[in-house]
């Protein structure tokens, strides 16, 4: 196996927190990799109707996925959403999507390629 070069995520926190057990950083991965999808989906879907109330839950469960598997600048980027989604007025998120929708991308392939490569037993 060749190492990867992780850019969008950082597993060493999780794998630290959980005592260096490999196999429990894994099943949390593959939670993300099963999870996180339909709830990007379901956010992508709020910002295109612009639905604050919709972006703001579905930002902050992001978040807090993203968070866990050491994807920061999308963590960053959802926080952000997030807090447009709470300004009075709620200030539209459309400008970020492309951006936000190729990070995510980005992001799930390298925890896809983490459950599916790094976190095996040899």
Same mark, same amino acid.
């Given at each position: ?9 950082n ?43 919709q ?15 050491? !994807?920061? &600048? /999308?963590?960053?980027? %959802? *926080? @952000? ?5 709470? +300004? #009075?007025?709620?200030?539209? !998120?459309? &400008? /970020?999507?492309?951006? %936000? *929708? @190729? ?5 799930? +392939? #390298? ?6 490569q ?5």
């Amino acid at each position: 196996m060749t190492e990867h070069p992780y850019h969008h995520i950082n597993p060493e926190p999780l794998l630290e927190a959980m005592g260096g057990d490999g196999a429990a950083c894994r099943h949390m991965f593959g939670t993300f990799a099963k999870s996180a999808p339909a709830t990007f989906a379901r956010l992508e879907q709020a910002i295109a109707a612009d639905d604050a109330p919709q972006v703001k839950r579905e930002a902050h469960s992001l978040k807090s996925m993203t968070a866990l598997v050491g !994807a920061g &600048p /999308l963590t960053d980027q %959802l *926080k @952000a959403i997030e807090q447009l989604s709470r +300004a #009075e007025p709620p200030q539209s !998120a459309r &400008p /970020l999507l492309a951006e %936000l *929708k @190729a990070l995510f991308n980005a992001v799930a +392939a #390298e925890v896809n390629h983490y459950v599916e490569q790094v976190g095996v037993p040899h």
